[in-house]
């Protein structure tokens, strides 16, 4: 069993430094918490397609965004996966790191399925991959790749062997969205749950909050919601929703296989807490 820690946190645009160390100092509190495995939303250093990418991207995994987070790895002694703004020659890429206790890089992800408007902003991936580690073998998607047509990048994960795919997101809505009209999140639970109770996998989105300052979407808001669905398909864990919704959301994870009905196996799962971090 181990506990994963979903860090909801507030990400400003374009601030990358203050961004980082902010993370920092949540993963720090997760680890505090127990956490084993903390997950921090797409693109934290920046902001989705905020216009920083185009210079203020870095290298994976030596660049300055990554080796802080392969630092923080190692001084909490914890498995970090966070999306980071790449920079690889020319190009820049939506991507997400796994990163281990040693603060050695085990799994690389670069977004497939981005949406149209962030084109503009990001290259097209190239690499799906899994990681065997102690606490279970863990796919990285982010985001829109949940919806890829037909949920193949999930399902891709799943044929791959990942009992866990781990999602850096970035949800948003627009300024006047009424959550009590229309709740957030049907979405990804829609798209998450057949994917885990197909493969007995489950699958951990964790979104950011606070205002978007710049690109396309200016004046939209991320809004958390950051879900767990387990393995039966169930969504078990949702975060608060709203522009200052920002929390560390911890739920513990057994992985130990036992029979499931109708045949297979299921990973097992224990009950989960919340915890709001106020700023």
Not at 146 to 153: C, E, M, N, W
Not at 190 to 217: C, K, L, M
Not at 260 to 277: E, F, H, N, Q, Y
């Amino acid at each position: 069993m181990f506990k994963l820690a979903l860090v909801q946190m507030r990400v400003q645009g374009g601030r990358k430094e203050e961004n980082i160390r902010h993370a920092e100092a949540l993963i720090r509190r997760a680890a505090d918490e127990g956490g084993k495995l903390v997950v921090l939303p797409e693109a934290m250093t920046l902001g989705w397609t905020d216009p920083s990418a185009a210079t203020e991207a870095d290298e994976i995994a030596d660049g300055y965004s990554c080796r802080q987070l392969r630092r923080a790895a190692r001084e909490n002694n914890v498995y970090i996966c966070s999306g980071l703004v790449e920079r690889e020659g020319t190009k820049i890429y939506n991507s997400a790191v796994l990163i281990d206790p040693n603060g050695d890089l085990i799994l690389h992800h670069r977004k497939l399925n981005e949406l149209e408007i962030g084109h503009d902003f990001y290259d097209q991936g190239d690499r799906l991959q899994v990681a065997q580690t102690s606490l279970g073998t863990f796919g990285v998607m982010i985001c829109a790749d949940a919806f890829a047509r037909g949920q193949v990048i999930s399902r891709t994960l799943g044929y791959m062997g990942a009992d866990i795919i781990l999602s850096p997101s970035a949800w948003a809505v627009p300024a006047d969205h009424d959550h009590e009209k229309e709740p957030y999140g049907a979405l990804w639970i829609e798209n998450y749950q057949p994917v885990a109770r197909d493969f007995h996998i489950w699958i951990a989105g964790v979104s950011n909050v606070g205002w978007i300052t710049g690109g396309p979407w200016k004046g939209h808001q991320c809004i958390g919601c950051s879900l767990v669905v387990n393995a039966l398909g169930e969504p078990v864990l949702q975060g608060p929703y709203g522009v200052d919704a920002e929390t560390i959301l911890y739920i513990d994870i057994e992985l130990e296989k036992r029979p499931a009905r109708g045949g297979g196996w299921d990973p097992l799962w224990s009950g989960s807490v919340t915890r709001t971090i106020h700023s």
